[in-house]
């Protein structure tokens, strides 16, 4: 079955600075790349993602790049802020998008 | 639309008991999936749904069983509880076809096996 490793498993950033989360994967027929943010005690909620063909999405201070030769992608939060303080969790889903595979999350921290 | 829920909240059973976890989602969505959530191990699917009448075996299916009768409904049976049960569960759906397949989360069940 798929394998996803998610890197680091914390994070600690001074307010305004960048935070980059990465993640790679088994399976060469994956081609949906989700990221989902669970902030304590609460549900996860989808907060950006990208499919295999495309290479980087954007939106505002997040961005997600993908490489598919190498079955890497990386979460990208520019500018942080203390609301950005949660855990973070890649997820690889196959064609079909129906079974989805998650890595171990990132608890991120952002230090005012 | 009440998007996806889950009952009950928080559940303590004693080892060798059963229960079933209920989960509904009012947003005609094809997929459902169910999660367990433990420290350090991120979510892990335990079972999922392509639609009514249809279910499948995740990456930890063993002592749960599932069963889709309705689009809405997915509940998810713990056959004879064991303490490594002991987790935060989360139901989720999402939609087939080729729009958003943005998961949709419940809030989850505490569930602690004594």
């Known amino acids: 079955g798929e394998n996803v490793e998610q890197h680091p498993s914390t994070l600690s950033v001074q307010e305004g600075d960048s935070a980059v989360i990465k993640c790679t994967y088994s399976?060469?027929?994956?081609?949906?790349f989700p990221w989902y943010k669970q902030e304590l005690g609460k549900r996860p909620q989808l907060i950006i993602d990208?499919?295999?063909?495309?290479g980087e999405k954007k939106d505002q201070r997040i961005a997600v790049t993908l490489n598919k030769t190498a079955k890497h992608f990386s979460l990208h939060i520019t500018e942080t802020q203390p609301e950005d303080s949660a855990v973070y969790f890649c997820?690889?889903?196959?064609?079909?998008?129906?079974?989805?595979?998650f890595g171990t999350g990132t608890k991120l921290q952002v230090i005012p | 639309n009440a998007g996806v829920t889950q009952t009950p909240k928080f559940q303590v059973l004693k080892t060798g008991q059963s229960m079933t976890l209920q989960c509904a989602q009012d947003?005609?969505?094809?997929?459902m999936s169910w999660y367990r959530q433990d420290p350090g191990m991120g979510l892990r699917l335990i079972h999922y749904s392509v639609g009514a009448g249809i279910t499948d075996q995740g990456e930890v299916p063993n002592g749960y069983n599932v069963s889709r009768s309705t689009t809405e409904d997915f509940p998810l049976r713990l056959l004879s509880a064991a303490p490594s049960q002991t987790s935060v569960y989360f139901c989720?759906?999402?939609?087939?076809?080729?729009?958003?397949?943005?998961?949709?989360f419940g809030p989850g069940t505490r569930l602690t096996v004594l």
């Open positions: 947003m005609n969505h094809e997929y």
């Open positions: 990208i499919r295999s063909n495309v």
């Open positions: 399976d060469s027929a994956s081609n949906y």
């Open positions: 989720a759906s999402s939609l087939r076809g080729t729009g958003s397949h943005e998961q949709f």
């Open positions: 997820a690889v889903a196959p064609g079909g998008y129906q079974k989805v595979t």
